[in-house]
């Protein structure tokens, strides 16, 4: 079972691709697929989906685990935010993939125990959980470990 882990954003879209296997869990890769903030939303936009769909090809994943939209105070940044989202939802109807979200707060719970933890807990939480050598980083690709993560634990395991 091979779950995809996505961080979205317009700018830099983190990603991570996991594999289940008899109990144990193995990291593939993970990363950020990023462009300039200052490119047209509508090429940064098909730029994420076009990478994601050949890293899709190339892992076949059974699942895509998204972090949910979040209210921020910012109506315009929400709306660019949910297009990357849909840009990344379109990938879950065109490979088949089961599909799961977990809001913020509800990751960091699973990841670290805590709520309310910061962006570096959850990189070292991650860091322990699948035995990485090195902290994961930058943080979007860390958050996306911890999304294909939760999905684990909540759907695959």
């Known amino acids: 079972m091979i779950i995809l882990g996505i961080d979205p954003g ?6 991570a691709f996991l594999q289940s296997s008899d109990n144990s869990l193995r990291v593939l890769e993970y990363g950020i697929i990023s462009r300039k903030a200052s490119d047209p939303l509508i090429e940064r936009i098909a730029y994420i989906h076009g990478e994601l769909r050949k890293l899709c090809r190339q892992y076949g994943p059974d699942w895509l685990s998204m972090e949910t939209s979040f209210l921020g105070r910012n109506a315009k940044t929400a709306m660019v935010l949910a297009h990357a989202r849909g840009a990344v939802m379109s990938l879950a109807g065109e490979f088949s993939l089961k599909f799961c979200e977990f809001a913020p707060r509800e990751v960091k719970q699973i990841v670290s125990g805590k709520g309310s933890s910061n962006k570096r807990t959850i ?3 991650m860091q322990q959980h699948l035995q990485l050598r090195d902290l994961p980083q930058p943080e979007d690709a860390a ?4 999304m294909a993560w939760c999905a684990y634990i909540n759907y695959v395991k």
Do not use: R, V
């Not at 317009?10 to 990603?15: A, E, L, R, V």
């Open 10 to 15: 317009s700018i830099k879209t983190g990603y």
């Open 123 to 125: 990189a070292w939480m």
């Open 143 to 146: 958050d996306a470990l911890a």
